[in-house]
């Protein structure tokens, strides 16, 4: 029995709460208003994406029926996919930690860098930004 | 009689409490470059206090699991009458625009911490968040360079995460501690079901450089993290559903579903009506057992 990922609406159109709802429901918005004696709604999660989860908003940013997760820098824009947005920084991630390591070309790690909201650039804390044009890093 | 109370009267008819054994195990937490930390575990199971449900329809809410975002990635909560386990926290951190509590490594067990950049160490995420005795679970592991922590273990004997290796490198300026991702802690152990189960296991870290190995996961469902893309078993895993374990250090990997258990006198289940129809009821000696799988109900 498979199992859908529904959404909880609180009145100031934020996810507060995921709920997995088994497919044997057959209306479950109005069987989880019910179970929980609230006036919240209840909206699927498109495509069930586990990305979905509380702080973001519905209707709200995006178009009407778009779920979008809090935007982290101002400087960040918009990535809509399925009606779930998601922010892309301006400057890629970078792909290597050093211009001499490039330990993974596969993989790209967030945590490894710090975003300089202020410089528009990403740091990789050894006094150096990302040149993403060049693909290296370049002392500061 | 044992096993219930007369509560009340009303225009419905009475509602004869039921008294029932509980495990409820919340969403693991997200896992990052670090783990996530298993879900909060709590039960009475064995010898402890009973929760009493007491309502014509009891509402029973299984914590859903989530992946890793910029702002998002703390497991959800359990909740069974008056008793709530907390979702796992989520593995590394994040950007600080984002609302703490949310985007926290703090949770039921911890999520294992992270370095926000090379040489840039930070707290690992806590456990037993909100506070309850005995302990919901244990903190993660540290993130000290690029190697990740492992989340911690749930529950009362929850193990803390291990944190990620920093071996010298003076050879591989300047990446002085490269090393292992960490082992995500332990979940606990309960036999609520009539065997014992393990669940609420910390994600594993991340390795990340090659010649190093990814944190398994902490025993009770905690995922596995990744090592470097070229190298064998970099795969990362999620967190089990119905263990609420955390997820793998890597990108993306979700937590695993909780999961509620209430175990009451059979002599009761006549009178208990579980739904929907995807959670389940078995028997061990004289006692019943419903499992739920996914948020529902429990009708007395």
């Known amino acids: 029995m498979a199992n859908n990922r529904w ?3 609180n009145e100031a159109d934020k996810v507060i709460q995921i709920v997995e709802v088994g497919d044997d429901i057959s209306n479950p918005a109005s069987w989880l208003q019910s179970i929980y004696k ?11 994406s586990a990305v979905v989860g509380p702080t973001f908003s519905y209707g709200i940013v995006g178009g009407p029926n778009v779920f979008a997760e809090l935007q982290p820098y101002s400087t960040w824009t918009s990535s809509t ?8 920084p301006p400057v890629a991630v970078p792909t290597k930690i050093t211009n ?5 070309p596969s993989g790209v790690d967030y945590d490894l ?28 | 009689m044992f096993g219930y109370k007369v509560l009340g009267f009303g225009a419905g008819g009475s509602v004869k409490a039921l008294d029932a054994d509980y495990l409820i195990v919340a969403a693991g937490g997200g896992g990052g470059g670090s783990g996530g930390g298993g879900g909060g575990m709590r039960t009475s199971f064995p010898g402890g206090t009973k929760i009493t449900l007491d309502k014509a329809a009891n509402v029973i809410t299984v914590g859903a699991g989530v992946s890793p975002g910029t702002c998002v990635g703390a497991g959800g909560c359990s909740v069974a009458g008056i008793i709530t386990s907390a979702g796992g926290g989520k593995g590394d951190g994040g950007p600080t625009a984002c609302t703490p509590r949310t985007n926290s490594r703090d949770g039921g067990a911890g999520g294992g911490g992270t370095s926000n950049g090379p040489s840039q160490p930070t707290p690992v995420g806590q456990g037993n968040v909100p506070p309850v005795s005995p302990p919901q679970g244990a903190q993660g592991g540290a993130k000290p360079y690029i190697a990740g922590g492992g989340g911690g273990g749930g529950g009362a004997s929850g193990g803390a995460g291990t944190a990620g290796q920093a071996v010298p490198q003076p050879s591989n300026p300047p990446f002085n501690g490269l090393g292992n991702g960490g082992p995500g802690g332990g979940g606990t152990s309960n036999s609520i079901t009539g065997s014992g ?23 009770g469902g905690g995922g596995k993290g990744s090592s470097h893309g070229s190298g064998p078993n970099q795969q990362s895993q999620d967190g089990s559903d119905g263990q609420g374990g955390g ?5 993306g990997n979700r937590g695993g579903n909780g999961i509620v258990m209430l175990r009451y006198p059979t002599a009761c289940a006549p009178r208990v009506t579980i739904a929907p129809g995807s959670n389940t009821t078995a028997t061990s000696g004289c006692c019943t057992i419903a499992t739920f799988n996914v948020t529902g109900t429990l009708s007395l």
């Open chain 1, 113 to 140: 860098f710090v975003w300089d909201n202020d410089n528009i650039r990403w740091l990789n804390g050894l006094g150096q930004y990302w040149d993403a044009d060049n693909s290296n890093w370049v002392d500061i």
């Open chain 1, 38 to 48: 609230t006036s919240n709604t209840f909206v699927q999660v498109p495509g069930n």
């Open chain 1, 7 to 9: 959404a909880r609406i």
């Open chain 2, 247 to 251: 997820g793998g250090g890597s990108q």
């Open chain 2, 197 to 219: 189960q393990t669940f609420a296991g910390g994600g594993g870290g991340f390795a990340y450089w090659p010649g190093y190995n990814a944190g398994n996961g902490g025993s």
């Open chain 1, 81 to 88: 996919t399925d009606n779930v947005l998601t922010w892309v």
């Open chain 1, 100 to 104: 001499e390591q490039d330990p993974d």
